[in-house]
């Protein structure tokens, strides 16, 4: 790769980033399309996140994609926010304009590519929604945006499941979200569902464990996205596979976000179905091999995640550990 004195610059923040895969990904994506970019990790401390992006718009950075835990902090230094990323209140790209930043939220639009991959459209679908955080709130807006036909939210707090519910009703002006407590999921009233699972649960180093054991539940699942990406196949991916149904991993959400933020800074060139199997490709080997594996526990000591979103509380708690960031 040859970068000159005019290279376009972008790169990732997070606190930490050492195990972030996106300068692989996008250096690749640059590389393949003979692109002048380059695009590098910075480590961001939480107190100087506002300094930080002052600091890039002056250094010229074209972008920047923004991870654990910053999503929520860098709003306030933006100049304008998309509207996706305003109704799940949370960016995770960042595109220069003249005297700032706008702020993007690709997450959505990513997961929507995830699962348009295993050949299915979310308008008209019957969906479950597993989880009530952040990451869930993105999978929400998404449900919602591509009109699915009624989203069941199932969470083990009901009251975050039914706030979340009703703020997308209310966004959407239509009833097609219903909350629900973990437990009642033996209510559930349709006969096959596309499911997302946005919990923690699962997740490297606690695998072997998903938020519903019961066979039964998974029989009326067809399709599953599990936004966890480590290990490659979760214990709920195997249930799912289990009841019959077809099950993928948060690896592709992950890509597709990548080459969403990618194609906004770089709005002339589309990257190919190739070029993002080849990348599948390189990132699998990099994240499940055994060293790999090595690498993920080393950040974990840092106090580190693996996670599209998460609050800074539960990074080093119990229940630690789902999907990664950029
Ligand atoms: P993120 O931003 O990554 O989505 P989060 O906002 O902390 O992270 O949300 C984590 C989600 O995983 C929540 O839906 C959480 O359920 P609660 O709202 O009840 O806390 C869910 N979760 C985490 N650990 C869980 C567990 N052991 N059993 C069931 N759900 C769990």
């Known amino acids: 790769m040859t970068i000159s004195g005019k290279a376009m610059v972008c790169g990732v923040m997070g606190n930490p980033v050492g195990h972030s895969l996106s300068p692989m990904m996008q250096n690749y994506f640059a590389e393949k399309l003979n692109l002048d970019f380059v695009y590098i990790p910075c480590n961001v401390p939480d107190e100087q996140v506002g300094e930080a992006i002052k600091g890039i718009y002056a250094l010229g950075f074209e972008g920047i994609?923004?991870?654990v835990p910053h999503k929520q902090r860098v709003m306030p230094y933006l100049l304008e926010i998309d509207e996706a990323a305003r109704?799940?209140?949370?960016?995770?790209?960042?595109?220069?304009?003249?005297?700032?930043y706008k702020g993007y939220n690709t997450d959505a639009e990513g997961l929507f590519r995830a699962v348009k991959r295993q050949g299915i459209e979310v308008s008209g679908q019957d969906c479950l929604l597993l989880g009530a955080g952040g990451a869930a709130k993105a999978a929400a807006y998404m449900l919602m945006k591509h009109r699915a036909r009624s989203v069941a939210v199932l969470n083990r707090s009901p009251e975050k499941a039914r706030i979340l519910a009703d703020e997308m009703n209310r966004l959407?002006?239509?009833?097609?979200?219903?909350a629900m407590d973990l437990s009642e999921y033996p209510r559930l009233d349709k006969d096959s569902y596309l499911a997302i699972q946005t919990t923690s649960v699962g997740m490297h180093p606690d695998i072997g464990y998903a938020v519903i054991e019961d066979p039964i539940f998974y029989e009326k699942i067809h399709?599953?996205?599990?936004?966890?990406?480590?290990?490659?196949?979760?214990?709920?991916?195997?249930?799912?596979?289990?009841g019959?149904?077809?099950?993928?991993?948060?690896?592709?959400?992950?890509?597709?976000q990548g080459i969403i933020a990618?194609?906004?800074?770089?709005?002339?060139v589309r990257v190919t179905d190739q070029m993002t199997d080849e990348v599948r490709k390189m990132m699998e080997e990099q994240l499940y091999r055994q060293d790999g594996m090595e690498r993920f526990k080393n950040d974990a000591e840092e106090c580190n995640t693996h996670r599209i979103y998460g609050s800074r509380k539960n990074l080093c708690g119990k229940d630690a550990g789902k999907k990664d960031g950029p």
């Not at 399709?223 to 289990?242: G, S």
């Not at 990618?262 to 002339?268: M, T």
């Open 262 to 268: 990618f194609e906004l800074w770089n709005p002339d």
């Open 223 to 242: 399709t599953a996205v599990d936004i966890i990406y480590t290990p490659a196949q979760t214990r709920f991916m195997e249930l799912v596979k289990q």
């Open 244 to 256: 019959k149904g077809k099950a993928v991993n948060g690896l592709d959400m992950l890509i597709y």
């Open 172 to 178: 959407f002006q239509r009833e097609t979200m219903k």
């Open 87 to 100: 109704c799940i209140g949370a960016v995770n790209t960042l595109v220069r304009m003249e005297g700032g």
């Open 65 to 67: 994609n923004v991870t």
